[in-house]
Every structure is written in structure tokens, then in C-alpha cells.
């Protein structure tokens, strides 16, 4: 018997493909967030020349780990390495302690370092260290931190500021659950859809049309599931009939709303002994997702970035679309979820981001339900948000991004606010109005408003600490919802004078809050539970409260550089901070995924991924990504997307991360150099590879543009924004004008075929862009350097 597995398991070893073949070391937590690294430091109390190095390692899985710890010897900083070996209980938290001698004038080194589970070598180690910042200096353009304990001047001789611990590059990816199956763990018989051109299956629409049949993005993910297998079997073409011939084989797309499902997208995906393939749901859109949860899952087709360029679709050389026995169910991790690329319509419903078309998504609101003019001001001061004087605090900005907030407790506003958000809500469409305040408006403090303050004990002298009256008001503005809308949501931002928890007003039933996770306020260099970023420290403390607040509540990221448009590493943050969310209660997602797609578009696939399900191994997702996407670069564009991880990664803790990311000359250094070699390894591919070479254009387009942009910027301007001395000068000017020639080209380039390419850039942000460039010469022309051209 013994004799007989071993063989078998030989046989069965053989037939596997050489790469990506072994399976995952069983040595490796359960989650790779089970267990996590940090480090912070101190000056010796008696002896400052060295510092004290604190390394937490936790565990926060179910099993206990075996954990041994090594650091090589960093002579630059005066480390001599070391290592440590312990047993890690579940749950546990233990302290290592080491010290330094750092030299005088230290800049920033890494230290490096591996973790092993077991035998298993899991994590590279990369503990940054800085050394004191020169006099004078300030920490960002304009740091806005509101927590006191933040410390962004570094005044120590060293200063540990970040750790970070990727896993080790993994050899087992193709064989997990999060990549898409592998031919030899098809379950059999497999089932072959279609072959060489030709197919006996239909796809048949079994969905009544009361059901939303002919919605469009059901329509359009039928016609996908047709398109791609013609693609893999080289031209069959299904034909989407909604009653099958006699003894034709179907992809049978069942609304089924007898059955219970966890999710109204939920779908179960399934073979039968005929031959058949079912996917049922009790929704239209459960039967798209389960149309490309059998196209991704099982068909290895990905849709990476937006665009043609962006799509994946297999051609084997056997042309035969397969599949094996399948009986998989699938349901949206959030209830609600929306806009993780935007503007990238097809592109998220193909990867399964959006969950209950993302209808639990608002904004500011109030000046929608009652906008100020002068003349109401002066004829109905008491509507407005008044100072203690009775003044309005009138805040109608120019450019429209704020208006004055109305009083949230004056009758006769809660009155028209709540006829109109029953007008809002009528239908059974709408199932939530947004009551959010102006952006950043001060709230009212008359003699009423500051009444319901005191009431819930909330000291709020200026208006700027106004969480309980906002959900008073809230609760208020529910009570009066017609009884047909009493079971809808009523939504506002936790942003603003309302992020903070409140002090003991709560949530009714149907008031829901999105805490926004903003990054001039928080910290992006980390994931939001490392301890090392006290304005972590707090937005994890703020998510934790308001999860145990609102039975409903949204989170809001902003997972790309929409400032320089620059390398911004996101995928160490986004795959501890999503699922962390959804444990604190967090049911819908609304992500600001600027289709900054070059530099941005492996934050935003993994982000969308994640969204769909928070239990995807992201390792395994990260090296599907590169080696289907990237194909014959795929080793070059492993260094460039990790790269951007890690120089993110191991910046110090503080807000503006994508600032900061910008002004790390070696990131630059070093992710051109990885694009020159992918750029040399696709240069001569055929014709029938030509999207390997379109695809590193492509994210050399994207770099070029934050590269050129960033260069300008810190020739002409100091980190304060002022003109530098010396700057305006007719090689600056040159530059310049190159560069805004250079956008237009590359813009037309791009836009001739932009069915082809993924967006580079926002149209609002060439705008912006354009601003810039303006900006700069207009500079150079009142300093009177002329243009080369002249
Ligand atoms: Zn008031």
C-alpha cells in the first residue's frame, strides 16, 4: 500500500509543469497576517552614542510558530547582526532587544535580515534606519498631522523608521486556491467547452425578463463568455439562445431566487453529470460575477489593467477551452462595494470589485438639501451655521469645493431636510441619502446647537469636534423619513469635525458613516495596525469604534499617487488593511482608484481583488499578475512593481507618503533600470508578442510622466513651494517646454487607440498637469528668459 503511494505520487509529480510546481510550505502561518514585525528605537539613557532597537514579533494567528529571526551585520550603521529563535504562541507579542553604534552624519541604511518558520525561510527583513535631520529641516510640503504624538523630525542620532518583511519570492503560486487552476488539478472528467473552432455547447440565458435580463452589464459578461472562449478554441462560436435544441450542451445561466443566498451577487458555479455548466444566482449580477468566476478561476482569463492591452486571454496551442468538474459557491466579501478604477467600467465588473452596484456610496451633501445665497442669509439667518455672536459663518468657496453648512437644529430646517431626503428616497430604488456636511464647513454654534452638545456631554467650543450632534441630527432627520422609507439608510462621512468617536450620542437604526482614511492626515508608508505610525495608531483606534458604532459602515482609500501620478507602493498596506476592516465591521468599499494606470495599476488589480474576497493569498496574486501580464519580462517588472513596494515601505511614518515617494532619487535609479532591462527583453519579440512590448511602453509612458514632472519641480521649487534662487534659468526653461511637448505626444499616441491602451491619466489630471508645466514658464517669462524658440 505504502509502495503503491509513493509511485503514484511520483507519477503524478511528473506531469506537473516545472514552473511554479510545489505546494505551500505547510511550515507557514496560516495568514500571512498572522504574523508581523516592528521595530522602534531609542537613544540609551546612559550612553546616547548607542541606540537601544526594539523588534516586536506578533502573532496573531490560532497556531503557535516556530520563528527564528536573523539580521546580517550592517558595519555602515554599527550593527553587528544577530539573531534570535523562540516559540511564538498564538496571540503572543515578545520584545527583542539589540543596539547600535551609528556613525556621525548617518543618512538612512538598511538593515537586512530573513525570518524563518521551521526550516522555512518566509520573510525577507529590511529594518530602515535614519540619522538625524539637518537643521531646519521640515518634514513635507504641508503636513497637516493632527496627532500630537506624531514625531516627523528626526532629532536622534539614528532613528529605526520602518520595518518591513515581504515574503519571500514563492514557488507554489500556481498550485493555490487564488490563481487559477491548473490543468493537472482539473477534477475529473474534464469537460471541453469548445475545441479547434467548433463546440456543441450554447449559452443558454434561463433568466426572466423581469429579472433584468436585458441589463447591460449582464449582456455584456454574456458576450464575454462568448468572445473568450472563441478566443481559447481558436473560433467556436456559442450561440446565446434561451431554450436549447435537442441534445445541446449548455452554459446555463439560471435565475434561481428560491434558494437562500448569503449575498444578492452571490452565484454557485457547478458541473453536472450531462455535461452541463450551471451557474445559478438569485440576481443578474450573481450570474455575471459567476460568469467570470468561471472565466478567471477556471479559464485563466485576467483582465490586469484596463483597455485591450490590459486583457489576458489563453491561446493554447491545443485550442481547446477545458474545464474540470466544478461545484464552487462565491459571494462578495462587503455588501457594498464601487469605483476601485474608475472610470474603468467593464474592467471592475470583469474582476468582480463591485458588490451591490456600490449603491451605498455619497457624499457631501448639504448644500444640495439647502444652499445659502446672500439674500437667505439676511432674510433667514437663523437657517445657517451661526457664531455665538449670531453671525453666519458664511464659507461659499470660489472654486465650489465647500459651502456653508446649514443649522442642524433650527424646526423649520429639519423640516425642509427631511421633505427633501423623502423626496430623495422615494422608489424602491433608492435605498440611502446622503446627509453629509459641506466639506470642512464650520458647524453652527447658536444657543440650540450647543445645547444638543451639552446634552451628550461633547465640548465643542468652535464647532470643530461635532460628532454627536451630527448623529443627533442624523436620528433626527430618520425619525421623520416617511414609513414606506423608515427601512433606508440615511449616510455621512466619519471625516472632517466628525471623525472623532462621539462622545456618547449614537447611531439609529438606518444611520450609516464611511470613515475616510485620508492621506495628508494618515499614514500610507505602513499597514494601518504597525504600531510604528501613531497616526495609524489612531485611525486603527477611530475604525474600531465606529465598527462597533454603525451596524453599516463604509470605508473610503486612496490606493494611487493622484498627486505626481508617481511609483507608489500600496500592496503592503491593502492586503493587511482591507481584510483588517472587514473584521472591525466594515461592510462597504468605496475606493478612490484614480486610473493613474501606469504606475498605480498593481494597487488597484489587488485592491479589486481583494475586495471581491479578503481571504486571496496576495503573494500568489502579485506573481499571477507579473508572470501572466508581463509574460517575457516578467523578471525586470517583478524588480519594478516590488521595487516601488519597497521604497514606500521603508519610508519614515508621517502623511503625504506619495510626496515623500517622490523624492528618493535611488527609487527613481532604481526602477529605470529595472524598466531598461524589461525594455531590452521585449525588444525583439514577434509579432504574436507584441502586447509584451506595448504593456512595458506602456509603463514607461507612466514613469516618464511622474519622473519629468518631479525632476522640474525640485530644479524649479523648494520643498516649501518657493521659486529656489538661481532656478529660472533657459536650460529649466528647455526642460519645460520638452516636456509639455512630450505630454501632448504621448497623449495623442495614447489617444488614437484608446480602446487599446489603459488610461496613463485622468483627463482632470492632464488638466492639472498642463497647470503645472503653465505655472513653471509663466515664471520663466516674467523673469524675462525666453523660450529656445524665440
Ligand atoms: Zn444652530
Same mark, same amino acid.
Given at each position: ?467 454627536? *450632534? ?5 436620528? %433626527?432627520?430618520?425619525?421623520? =423619513?416617511?414609513? $414606506?422609507?423608515?427601512? !433606508?439608510?440615511? #449616510? ?116 479589486? *481583488? ?5 481571504? %486571496?493569498?496576495?503573494?500568489? =496574486?502579485?506573481? $499571477?499578475?507579473?508572470? !501572466?501580464?508581463? #509574460? ?116 495623442? *499616441? ?10 496613463? =491619466? ?29
Amino acid at each position: 500500500m505504502k509502495t503503491h503511494t509513493i509511485l503514484l505520487s511520483l507519477l503524478w509529480l511528473g506531469t506537473l509543469p516545472c514552473l511554479g510546481s510545489a505546494d505551500r510550505p505547510s511550515q507557514l502561518p496560516e495568514r500571512y497576517r498572522d504574523f508581523a514585525i516592528y521595530t522602534t528605537s531609542r537613544p540609551d539613557p546612559t550612553n546616547p552614542a548607542q541606540i537601544e532597537m526594539s523588534i516586536q514579533l506578533v502573532n496573531r494567528g490560532q497556531r503557535s510558530l516556530p520563528t527564528r529571526v536573523e539580521l546580517n551585520p550592517r558595519p555602515k550603521l554599527g550593527f553587528k547582526g544577530g539573531s534570535t529563535e523562540l516559540d511564538l504562541a498564538a496571540g503572543q507579542m515578545t520584545t527583542w532587544q539589540l543596539t547600535f553604534h551609528p556613525p556621525d552624519g548617518l543618512v538612512k541604511e538598511v538593515i537586512e535580515g530573513a525570518i524563518f518558520f521551521k526550516s522555512t525561510r518566509a520573510r525577507d527583513l529590511f529594518i530602515a534606519v535614519r540619522g538625524p535631520d539637518p537643521e531646519g529641516w521640515q518634514p513635507d510640503s504641508e503636513p497637516e498631522v493632527d496627532d500630537p504624538s506624531e514625531t516627523l523630525v528626526i532629532t536622534d542620532r539614528a532613528q529605526v523608521v520602518a520595518t518591513y518583511a515581504p515574503r519571500v519570492r514563492i514557488d507554489w503560486w500556481q498550485r493555490h486556491p487564488s490563481s487559477t487552476i491548473t490543468a493537472d488539478q482539473r477534477v475529473e472528467p474534464t469537460v471541453t467547452l469548445a475545441a479547434r473552432g467548433r463546440t456543441d455547447y450554447a449559452i443558454l440565458v434561463d433568466v426572466p425578463e423581469a429579472a433584468e435580463r436585458e441589463n447591460t452589464d449582464f449582456q455584456g459578461a454574456v458576450a464575454d463568455l462568448a468572445r473568450c472562449i472563441r478566443i481559447i478554441s481558436g473560433g467556436a462560436e456559442l450561440p446565446v439562445v434561451v431554450s436549447p435544441e435537442q441534445g445541446q450542451r449548455a452554459i446555463r445561466l439560471r435565475f434561481n431566487n428560491q434558494s437562500q443566498w448569503p449575498h444578492p451577487d452571490a452565484y454557485h458555479l457547478y458541473t453536472t453529470s450531462g455535461g452541463d455548466v450551471m451557474i445559478e444566482s438569485g440576481h443578474v449580477d450573481g450570474l455575471r460575477n459567476g460568469i467570470y468566476g468561471l472565466l478567471t478561476d477556471h479559464l485563466d482569463c485576467h483582465w490586469f489593467m484596463p483597455g485591450t492591452l490590459g486583457e489576458e486571454i489563453p491561446q493554447p496551442g491545443n485550442q481547446a477551452a477545458v474545464i474540470g468538474q466544478i461545484d464552487q459557491r462565491r459571494c462578495p466579501a462587503f455588501y457594498s462595494a464601487a469605483r476601485t478604477n474608475w472610470g474603468g467600467g467593464r474592467w471592475n465588473l470583469r474582476n468582480r470589485n463591485v458588490a451591490r452596484r456600490g449603491r451605498i456610496m455619497y457624499g457631501h451633501a448639504f448644500a444640495s438639501l439647502l444652499k445659502g445665497t446672500p439674500e437667505l442669509y439676511e432674510q433667514h439667518p437663523e437657517w445657517w451655521a451661526r457664531d455665538r455672536a449670531g453671525t453666519v459663518r458664511i464659507f461659499d468657496q470660489e472654486t465650489g469645493w465647500s459651502f456653508t453648512n446649514f443649522c442642524t437644529t433650527n424646526p423649520q430646517v429639519l423640516d425642509m431636510i427631511a421633505r427633501k431626503i423623502n423626496d430623495q428616497l422615494d422608489g424602491p430604488d433608492a435605498i440611502l441619502a446622503s446627509i453629509d456636511p459641506n466639506d470642512l464647513a464650520p458647524f453652527c454654534l447658536c444657543e440650540s446647537c450647543r445645547a444638543v452638545d451639552s446634552s451628550y456631554g461633547a465640548d465643542n467650543p468652535d464647532g470643530r469636534f461635532s460628532t454627536d *450632534r451630527m448623529l443627533h441630527f442624523a436620528n %433626527e432627520i430618520h425619525q421623520r =423619513l416617511d414609513p $414606506e422609507n423608515q427601512d !433606508k439608510q440615511l #449616510g455621512f462621512l466619519v471625516y472632517g469635525w466628525q471623525i472623532e468617536l462621539p462622545e456618547t450620542a449614537k447611531p439609529g437604526p438606518g444611520v450609516t458613516g464611511t470613515i475616510c482614511y485620508m492621506d495628508w492626515d494618515y499614514d500610507h508608508t505602513r499597514p494601518m495596525n504597525d504600531p510604528t505610525a501613531p497616526s495609524n495608531k489612531k485611525f486603527l483606534r477611530l475604525v474600531k469604534g465606529w465598527g462597533k458604532l454603525l451596524p453599516m459602515m463604509g470605508y473610503y482609500d486612496y490606493p494611487t499617487d493622484y498627486v505626481h501620478f508617481a511609483p507608489y507602493g500600496q500592496v503592503m498596506k491593502l492586503r493587511e488593511d482591507i481584510p483588517l476592516v472587514h473584521d472591525l465591521g466594515v461592510t462597504c468599499m468605496v475606493i478612490e482608484g484614480q486610473p493613474i494606470q501606469a504606475t498605480s495599476a498593481l494597487n488597484l488589480y489587488i485592491c479589486s *481583488r481583494l475586495q471581491y474576497d479578503v481571504k %486571496e493569498d496576495v503573494d500568489v =496574486l502579485v506573481e $499571477e499578475f507579473i508572470h !501572466k501580464f508581463h #509574460g517575457p519580462a516578467a523578471e525586470p517588472m517583478r524588480n519594478y512593481w516590488l521595487g516601488a513596494e519597497y521604497y514606500t515601505a521603508t519610508l519614515r511614518p508621517g502623511p503625504r507618503a506619495q510626496d515623500r515617494m517622490t523624492r528618493i532619487p535611488a527609487m527613481w535609479e532604481a526602477l529605470d533600470g529595472y524598466l531598461k532591462e524589461a525594455e531590452t527583453l521585449v525588444a525583439n519579440l514577434p509579432e504574436n508578442q507584441k502586447r509584451f512590448r506595448d504593456r512595458v511602453a506602456f509603463q514607461r509612458d507612466g514613469f516618464e510622466l511622474a519622473r519629468r514632472k518631479c525632476a522640474i519641480r525640485d530644479l524649479v521649487y523648494t520643498r516649501q513651494k518657493a521659486v529656489k534662487p538661481h532656478a529660472l534659468t533657459a536650460e529649466n526653461r528647455q526642460r519645460a517646454e520638452d516636456y509639455q511637448k512630450w505630454i501632448a505626444t504621448t497623449r495623442q *499616441r495614447h489617444a488614437a487607440d484608446d480602446s487599446y491602451w489603459p488610461p496613463l =491619466l485622468p483627463v482632470h489630471y492632464y488638466s492639472s498637469l498642463s497647470n503645472f508645466v503653465g505655472g513653471v514658464l509663466k515664471k520663466l517669462d516674467a523673469a524675462g528668459v525666453p523660450s529656445a524658440s524665440d
